[in-house]
């Protein structure tokens, strides 16, 4: 069973960078994988930020940032603000059809 | 605007039936994938069943395998999730979303599932 890894949480501060990684248990991240980012706070669904590896969502501030690097994707926030202080879940296709959540990473900012 | 709404989520026993929907709007409804995706109490997120445009391709977790069942009405504009045999570990809010291009996209606001004697 392919299980996607992600830190579980991580801390950063206001105005600084940080990078968010998604792992495969069974190998290496690439595109073909269709790796897609999405955040989400207390009681609300969850919010696209990058889906494609790269391709930013419709209203998502360019502070976002989707690639490859090494063999994980990567999720960049670039300033961070104290609002984007959330749950970041990664996703990818495993296989045709078949998609696995990384357990999440816990960001705050402080 | 693009919508989707889930219904159907409550109490229901170990081993009990229920059936979930979700309404779609402001898209075409018939060429997209559709998902179920689930969030058990404080925990992640975890893809549970898919189901292609034309409903001809349907995927599922092997952990609801045999026992959960997708499905669609493209006159309704609708998706639907059966799922029996419940166990406690099914205990979720269920969200719908739509599919392309890897990005789960638009959500909608979930409905919990609650699975408990």
């Known amino acids: 069973q392919t299980v996607v890894t992600q830190e579980p949480s991580f801390s950063v501060s206001p105005g600084g960078t940080v990078t968010l990684t998604c792992g495969l248990s069974?190998?290496?991240?690439?595109?073909?994988?269709?790796p897609s980012w999405y955040q989400q706070t207390p009681g609300q669904a969850p919010r696209t930020l990058i889906y494609?590896?790269?391709t930013r969502s419709s209203g998502v501030p360019d502070r976002f940032s989707g690639s490859i690097l090494g063999n994980k994707a990567a999720l960049t926030i670039t300033g961070a603000q104290t609002d984007d202080e959330s749950d970041y879940y990664c996703?990818?296709?495993?296989?045709?059809?078949?998609?696995?959540f990384g357990g999440g990473t816990k960001l705050t900012v402080l | 605007e693009v919508q989707l709404v889930e219904s159907g989520g409550g109490l229901v026993q170990p081993g009990g039936s229920l059936r979930l929907s979700c309404a779609a709007s402001?898209?075409?409804?018939?060429?997209?994938?559709m998902s179920w995706v689930r969030q058990a109490p404080g925990k992640g997120l975890e893809w549970v069943a898919n189901?292609?445009?034309?409903?001809?391709?349907?995927n599922y977790v092997d952990s609801v395998k045999g026992r959960f069942t997708i499905s669609r009405d493209n006159a309704k504009n609708s998706l639907y999730l059966q799922m029996s045999s419940l166990r406690a570990e099914d205990t979720a809010v269920y969200y719908c979303?739509?599919?392309?291009?890897?990005?789960?996209?638009?959500w909608g606001q979930g409905t919990l599932v609650t699975v408990s004697s």
């Open positions: 189901i292609q445009g034309d409903g001809s391709d349907k």
């Open positions: 996703v990818v296709r495993v296989r045709a059809g078949f998609w696995v």
């Open positions: 402001g898209f075409t409804f018939s060429n997209s994938w």
């Open positions: 979303a739509s599919q392309s291009y890897g990005r789960f996209d638009p």
């Open positions: 069974s190998g290496s991240v690439s595109t073909s994988h269709y």
């Open positions: 494609s590896t790269n």
